[in-house]
């Protein structure tokens, strides 16, 4: 699946509207445009809007026989970055390794997330591994915030100050997506609206944490034919990433450096490290897959430099 824009679904309003929220750099621009009361409002009202009009501007997925993603070219170099689940299954494994296969076979690139290369391609050296945790640290202490990555962690593993309620979350959507074959999808979704409204946290909505992502994720990890769904979850589920940056910086700005902000980093590596490679591929959780596209659009608009860019 790539995403395109410019559905025939959209009316010229709609487009109107898409546009504005892609230009709205900040909360309070974004409370403006849609007439919110506060910037609470406005992020929540705008969530609601912006998926709608994403969901029509996506129109339904397009079948491929490739690894789904989304597609950037930056400087005449088509960058590519695939979302995936990266729950450590066989399954996800066996498939991205047949994909990667093929791309290092025809000398294209291949980056990943910190922490998914030593998960699915310890053995493939020329599968590389991106800095965007060990720069997350670094920035951490540049700006004087405590690191959610501790020394001697499995890379990849954020430890929260709220893990035992992210775990009991977890749980009990578990225990609703098990019940689905007995009380019926439907049913099973409802309770899990129920449960994402009471169990999430003002950081878990700039994270996309809820039930929905919660059920696609751990389906697709058996599944990888569903990855296009969960990739498409995240599409609708984030604004434009100023405006998701700035709401978890403001609600935890440590977690906004390893969220939101690693989203930048991984996009300025691939750029910086994409050499004369005919193709580059991002191996990325599938959370992040929209924040990488959105800062490799800026780099192939002109609006983004290297300039600074020093890997870890």
């Known amino acids: ?29 974004l409370q403006q445009l849609n007439g919110a009361a506060d910037v609470h409002e406005a992020y929540f009202e705008g969530k609601a809007e912006w998926r709608e009009l994403r969901d029509l501007e996506l129109g339904p997925p397009t079948p491929t026989d490739g690894l789904p993603g989304a597609r950037v070219a930056v400087d005449g170099t088509p960058v590519f970055v695939h979302g995936i689940t990266h729950r450590d299954t066989d399954a996800e494994r066996t498939y991205l390794r047949e994909h990667v296969d093929r791309f290092l076979a025809v000398e294209e690139g291949v980056y990943c997330e910190q922490g998914i290369r030593s998960m699915y391609f310890d053995d493939r050296p020329d599968a590389c591994q991106m800095d965007d945790y060990s720069w997350a640290r670094a920035e951490c202490e540049r700006r004087d915030l405590e690191p959610r990555v501790e020394e001697g962690e499995f890379e990849g593993l954020l430890e929260d100050v709220d ?43 700039s994270r996309g944490s809820a039930f929905e992502s919660f059920t696609l994720s751990r ?94």
């Open 163 to 205: 893990a035992l309620s992210e775990r009991f979350r977890n749980d009990v959507f578990s225990l609703i997506s098990g019940g689905q074959r007995v009380y019926g999808e439907r049913f099973a979704d409802a309770l899990g609206d129920v449960a994402t409204y009471f169990l999430t946290t003002h950081e878990d909505a």
């Open 219 to 312: 389906r697709a990890a058996e599944d990888p034919s569903l990855l296009p769904k969960l990739q498409r979850y995240y599409e609708l589920a984030f604004l434009p990433q100023p405006l998701e940056r700035e709401w978890l910086r403001r609600h935890d700005p440590e977690l906004a450096v390893f969220s939101h902000a690693r989203n930048e980093r991984m996009a300025d590596y691939a750029v910086a490290n994409a050499g004369d490679a005919p193709a580059i591929h991002l191996i990325v959780g599938a959370a992040h897959q929209p924040g990488v596209r959105y800062y490799l659009e800026a780099h192939r608009d002109g609006e983004r430099s290297l300039e600074g860019f020093e890997s870890v």
């Open 1 to 29: 699946m790539t995403h395109e824009r410019g559905s025939e679904s959209l009316s010229r309003g709609d487009r109107e509207r898409l546009a504005a929220y892609r230009s709205a750099a900040s909360l309070a621009e």
